[in-house]
């Protein structure tokens, strides 16, 4: 017997997790899978810090920074067993870095704050001499607000490969069915056939460790390092600047080397005292080719050429002359802000699903394809 939902969300990381949080708070009926477990990706990887984005200006920094003030309320709020409100201290890596700080200091509406005397004679003398910008930021424990995001919905372990759509309904091979999908994948392969969602796996790489320099704040300069609830520990991770690439790499990513590296881009900033690598986490993290995140409707390509095509050939097509798959979305492509960006993301595609909200231009799906069907 088929079991049928109102939503199927395949892929329970926190996007996955929040859009299912939503719609179960919405008395949606919804059923969560992902091939792994629930935070197994890229979210059980994150150092899962809440901050803001620094840099002067752009739309990408508007929209983090508003999901930034979202997401401190609504962490706080909803889950703030999993949520630790803790100082932010970023450091400038270099000049130019140092240039945007002041420039963010000096138009920011966030209050800043002072890092205590303590905390700066910790830090290395090269990163004193730095700029740097302090304000109230948070961290979250990525499995357990996962976990408590999902509590509402029928979870399962299940590797998708395929969807198929018959008469208003969405099946799971003969297993599962439901009116909407929501495609919440992360970096992972595609499970639709289409060639302008293009995404970049980046991977990373966090270690708790345990050390006897004492640090309450949450530190970015090179990588990060926060502390956690237990006395002692400290998370130390980055994405970016790891060494491997595992679209490109033919052998198995080096944890030693990975450590070495994470400790030594860590101890630039902070003098760190007797450490015991206690755990690794690694996972990708996804991001889009505009570095926006991507919410929202999926355009069927073929259809829409096959219908439309000269509507396609003007210099600004409208959104509206595409053809859409029915009642599927895409949650995704959230780069290193994941964490940030979910609950607001969350609460645009649900408007979206159950009240048909419209949702911004730059953070539709339908955008890649008006710029890939320009290039064909
Ligand atoms: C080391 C590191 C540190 C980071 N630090 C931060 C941070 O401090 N703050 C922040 O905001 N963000 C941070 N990020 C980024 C953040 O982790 C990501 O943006 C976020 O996890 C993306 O979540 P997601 O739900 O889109 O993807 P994922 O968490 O990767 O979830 C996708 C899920 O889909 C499942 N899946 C895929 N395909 C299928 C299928 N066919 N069938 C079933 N299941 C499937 C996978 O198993 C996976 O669990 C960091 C990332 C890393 C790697």
């Not at 739309?59 to 630790?84: D, G, P, R, T």
């Not at 130019?96 to 920011?108: D, N, R």
């Not at 679209?247 to 630039?268: I, M």
């Not at 450490?275 to 829409?304: A, C, H, N, W």
Request: one cysteine or more; a neutral charge.
């Amino acid at each position: 017997m088929q079991q049928h939902y109102d939503v199927i969300i395949i892929g329970a990381g926190i996007n996955g997790c929040s859009i299912a949080y939503e719609l179960t708070q919405a008395n949606q009926n919804v059923l969560l899978i992902d091939k792994e477990g629930i935070a197994c990706g890229g979210s059980g990887a994150a150092g899962a810090f809440i901050s803001p984005k620094f840099s002067k200006a752009g739309e990408l920094k508007k929209i983090i920074n508003e999901a930034f003030v979202y997401a401190m309320q609504y962490y706080e709020h909803h889950f703030s067993s999993s949520f630790l409100q803790q100082q932010l201290l970023h450091i400038a890596k270099d000049e130019k870095e140092g240039e945007i700080l002041s420039f963010f200091k000096k138009e920011t509406q966030l209050e800043l704050l002072e890092p205590s005397c303590e905390i700066i004679s910790q830090l290395q003398e090269d990163a004193q001499a730095q700029e740097y910008i302090s304000l109230k930021a948070g961290i979250v424990d990525a499995s357990s607000v996962c976990h408590a995001m999902a509590e509402k919905s029928d979870i399962i372990k299940y590797e998708v490969t395929n969807l198929q759509y018959h008469k208003g309904i969405w099946s799971i091979d003969g297993l599962y069915s439901a009116k909407h999908i929501v495609l919440a994948t992360g970096a992972y392969k595609h499970l639709l056939d289409e060639e302008y969602i293009a995404l970049r796996g980046v991977w990373g790489h966090r270690i708790d460790i345990q050390t006897t320099t004492r640090n309450p704040y949450s530190i970015h300069q090179f990588v990060s390092i926060s502390s956690s609830n237990k006395e002692n520990h400290l998370a130390i991770g980055a994405t970016h600047d790891v060494h491997y690439h595992p679209q490109h790499a033919t052998q198995p990513y080096d944890y030693a080397k990975g450590r070495e590296e994470l400790l030594a881009k860590a101890s630039k900033t902070l003098r760190l005292e007797n450490i015991t690598v206690l755990k690794d986490y690694t996972g990708l993290r996804s991001g889009s080719f505009d570095y926006m995140p991507i919410v929202g409707p999926l355009v069927q390509s073929k259809e829409t050429f096959a219908c439309c095509e000269k509507k396609l050939r003007v210099k600004k097509p409208h959104y509206s002359t595409f053809v859409y798959y029915p009642n599927l979305t895409m949650i995704n492509g959230s780069g290193g802000y994941g964490f940030v960006l979910a609950p607001y993301l969350a609460k645009i595609l649900k408007e979206y699903i159950l009240d048909k909200k419209e949702i911004p231009q730059s953070l539709l799906p339908a955008r890649f394809f008006a710029r890939w069907a320009k290039r064909r």
